[in-house]
């Protein structure tokens, strides 16, 4: 069972920034597209940003600009560089691993943008 765990998360200013960081327990980078998502509280969670091993990314357009999704693929790392945070950001940002009707979920991390 592959486990994913996100750090990185916090409170923060409108306007400031944070990175967002998933470790996985193994290399399924080869396979696997990996996300990262976000639910605020009574929405659905939603994409924000995901990428393959061969470097194609999708963003959602609130992300667009301003986060920036990475792969680290020697550490089984993905990332997720947040800048010109609003307050419309704050969510639970999950890690999201699928391939092939498989999926994989990290526990969340908060992300709060207040001032």
């Known amino acids: 069972q592959v486990q994913l765990v996100e750090s990185g998360g916090g409170l923060v200013q409108p306007g400031g920034s944070l990175r967002l960081s998933c470790v996985a327990s193994e290399n399924i980078f080869t396979q696997y597209r990996m996300g990262w998502y976000r639910q605020a509280p009574g929405k659905q969670r939603e994409l924000v940003a995901s990428?393959?091993?061969?470097?194609?990314?999708n963003y959602a357009t609130f992300a667009k600009a301003r986060f920036t999704i990475s792969l680290d693929n020697a550490n089984n790392a993905v990332y997720l560089q947040m800048n010109d945070l609003k307050v419309d950001d704050t969510a639970v940002y999950y890690c999201?691993?699928?391939?092939?009707?498989?999926?994989?979920w990290g526990q969340g991390t908060q992300v709060t943008v207040s001032s």
């Open positions: 999201g691993a699928d391939y092939d009707h498989k999926e994989y």
């Open positions: 990428i393959r091993i061969s470097g194609s990314t």
